[in-house]
């Protein structure tokens, strides 16, 4: 049997967005077919069942928003700078209220994450690079003398990557712009400003 030619990234992607607007259970082959324009057969070849593309997405998930937070934090300028530029962009994405950019790891660890060891271990997996990478982060600030805080570094990933979570399942309330904005700011100033 011949595999199916296709941009793999790109049918994870769209996997991702059926997901993401459904959840797992309620997304079905038919949803996931029309997402990403293939047929069930081809699904089943790549990823072995639905199972296996929500894997499978999960991966390009974690792997795009690593890409991602690269592109904030690897520019050189001022470490608060960028994470309040990129605790902004984590907002928009929220308020925007377009489910390409939800946060897939949320939904996948609200519905998911107690009953599959996969998908809880590349969401723990996920937690743990993105913790410590940012406390390499916050270590430099604390090294070069832009924070003095009393706890360490990864303390302060920690307490960050907390606030985002937070952030993002209260906005799964559709609260008032303003209200996440303001909250936003609380969490940058709780980590940053306070101790800079």
Not at 13 to 42: C, E, I, N, V, W
Request: aromatic fraction near 10%.
């Amino acid at each position: 049997m011949r595999n199916a030619e296709f941009d793999r990234e790109q049918v994870l992607r769209q996997a991702m967005t059926a997901f993401m607007a459904k959840g797992y259970a309620k997304t079905s082959m038919q949803d996931l077919t029309k997402a990403t324009g293939l047929h069930p057969g081809s699904i089943y070849c790549a990823f072995d069942n639905k199972r296996g593309l929500l894997l499978a997405a999960l991966e390009q998930y974690v792997s795009d928003r690593n890409e991602e937070f690269a592109l904030f934090f690897n520019n050189g300028t001022n470490f608060t700078k960028q994470l309040k530029a990129y605790l902004d962009n984590i907002v928009q994405e929220c308020l925007s209220c377009d489910t390409a950019k939800a946060c897939l790891l949320t939904k996948a660890l609200n519905e998911l994450a107690e009953q599959d060891d996969d998908v809880r271990n590349i969401i723990n997996r996920y937690l743990q690079s993105w913790h410590q990478a940012l406390a390499v982060n916050f270590q430099a600030a604390i090294e070069n003398g832009q924070l003095t805080p009393p706890k360490s570094s990864l303390h302060l990933a920690r307490y960050f990557v907390m606030g985002i979570y937070g952030l993002r399942t209260f906005a799964q309330s559709h609260p008032e712009p303003e209200v996440l904005n303001d909250l936003a700011e609380q969490l940058y100033q709780d980590t940053c400003l306070r101790f800079s």
